[in-house]
């Protein structure tokens, strides 16, 4: 059997992170279990059916296609530009039309509120009439919002506030969470107001920067949501390159700081070609349906209660949808339909009425360190913590940052460790303090091997809640997430 030696820094097999203050009433615990699915598999589309299909007489076409697709949840654009295209003119064409068409498959909706429209932003650059993602007037917003929720309050039940406000494209000049966080728990009131019975969901951010959402949360608008969205896009990395699953960790973290919230993403896909976010296409019709596959379950297993799949039909520059986009936006020809369409049938229809029963590591796991007092570790020269160690095996590291510039704390093994075997992946197991510090692992091998291979630990900010992390072998690095040290 052949041995790997490394060095280690930073890599125990159980790892607590604290502050200072805190350490002294920290019990140093094993890590809990791996985290399971909430409920059955759900796994939707954004359909943009009220905004993108140009026909309203027609609009049976695309819902009949998610029928096929055995989609039971679609999320849905309620554009503001459409339906009040002026101050004293409604026009519920669209909307109505799309959802008989969604009602009548038996699909139930997600509703997406904003963004806003010319007339009603401070801004005088767009057009009066068209969309606009200039933050809006909130009296005005609020208007529109009463108008929506009360007209299909009977039929939607959930309502996403926002599409992506950290985004600088879709809150412009430029994300402001604090007129967010504002923004949020007046809509809260007022659809609760309409229904109480309705559910408001945050608008889809980022889960990989939560600066933004921290902000809103520290605003008091963690209250004014029922369920958390995430946009946790990693295209053009496959999902386990990019760490999808990092994204579940973040959010559970997230829970556990400010509190408990269902997990919803209501984006996530990858362009079968050139698009906004790879513009040389990296990826290929047979790859976005082999990722489709493989991020939906991931993010089931991690914890993601519903799943929405970008998008139905591509757009003309942008193919992310399972139909290519053909003759235009009308066209659903059965012979426009890629890999992922069909692969998004099976997985349905595979999966309907299936319960989760266990997680099946197809590898065998092997402790190879631990935080004991038998085992040496030895600080660098930074004075900025401790390491406690424990006769449970978990180590316990205790900081005090006291500037905001580039602190930091490193511990190294004094002796290497040999890893057995051929490995696919080192795994460890974090329990973070919710300060968003970053936690790095560097596993430093022999120069005879390191061409041959490098370990790189794609790392995230560290939560408040127990996190497993795969160090993954690799013959390159991959990106800027991933940490990669040989000497």
Not at 65 to 83: C, G, K, M, P, Q
Not at 199 to 226: K, L
Not at 331 to 352: C, G, H, I, Q, V
Not at 355 to 372: A, H, M, Q, Y
Request: aromatic share 12%.
């Amino acid at each position: 059997m052949s041995r790997r030696i490394l060095s280690l820094v930073l890599l125990p097999m159980a790892l607590l992170l604290a502050s200072s203050s805190a350490l002294s009433s920290t019990v140093i615990a094993a890590p809990e279990a791996m985290r399971e699915p909430v409920g059955p598999p759900s796994f939707g589309i954004n359909s943009h059916l009220a905004t993108r299909y140009p026909d309203p007489t027609a609009m049976d076409v695309p819902a009949q296609t998610l029928a096929d697709l055995n989609i039971t949840w679609v999320r849905e654009d309620f554009h503001w530009h459409r339906i009040q295209y002026d101050r004293d003119v409604w026009d519920w064409t669209f909307t109505d039309a799309a959802m008989r068409a969604l009602l009548k498959e038996d699909i139930q909706v997600l509703g997406v509120l904003g963004p806003s429209v010319g007339w009603a932003t401070p801004y005088t650059g767009d057009n009066p009439h068209d969309v606009s993602f200039y933050a809006p007037d909130p009296e005005l917003f609020l208007d529109y919002v009463r108008a929506v929720v009360a007209r299909y309050r009977r039929y939607v039940k959930h309502w996403e506030i926002w599409n992506e406000p950290d985004h600088p494209y879709f809150w412009q000049p430029e994300p402001d969470p604090v007129a967010y966080a504002d923004l949020l728990k007046r809509t809260s009131a007022v659809i609760k107001e309409i229904d109480p019975d309705a559910q408001v969901v945050i608008g889809g951010f980022n889960p990989f920067n939560t600066t933004f959402v921290r902000t809103v949360a520290e605003e008091g608008a963690w209250d004014s949501f029922d369920i958390l969205a995430l946009h946790p896009y990693v295209d053009p990395y496959t999902p386990e390159e990019g760490n999808l699953a990092a994204a579940l960790d973040i959010a559970h973290a997230l829970n556990y700081q400010y509190g408990e919230r269902p997990i919803w993403v209501t984006e996530i896909g990858w362009a079968s070609g050139p698009g906004d976010r790879d513009a040389i296409g990296f990826t290929d019709e047979t790859e976005q349906a082999s990722f489709l596959v493989r991020s939906l379950l991931l993010l089931w297993a991690n914890g993601a209660e519903r799943i929405f799949w970008y998008m139905l039909k591509d757009d003309a520059h942008n193919p992310y949808g399972l139909y290519r986009y053909g003759a235009g936006r009308t066209d659903f020809s059965t012979s426009l339909r890629k890999p992922a369409y069909n692969a998004m049938r099976t997985l349905n229809r595979e999966l309907e009425g299936a319960t989760f029963v266990e997680r099946r590591d197809l590898f065998d796991s092997i402790p190879v360190e631990s935080f004991t007092a038998s085992v040496p570790w030895k600080r660098a020269q930074q004075p900025n913590g401790q390491l406690a160690l424990s006769e449970s095996g978990v180590g316990s590291i205790a900081y005090n940052f006291s500037t905001r510039g580039n602190d930091y704390l490193v511990f190294e093994r004094e002796q290497p460790v040999r890893i057995p075997g051929k490995p696919y992946a080192l795994g460890v197991w974090v329990y973070g303090d919710g300060s968003t510090h970053t936690l790095r692992a560097w596993c430093v091998m022999p120069k005879a091997n390191c061409c041959n291979s490098s370990w790189a630990w794609r790392a995230n900010q560290v939560g408040a809640s127990s996190q497993h992390r795969s160090i993954v072998l690799w013959n390159r690095a991959t990106g800027s997430r991933a940490m990669v040290t040989c000497v």
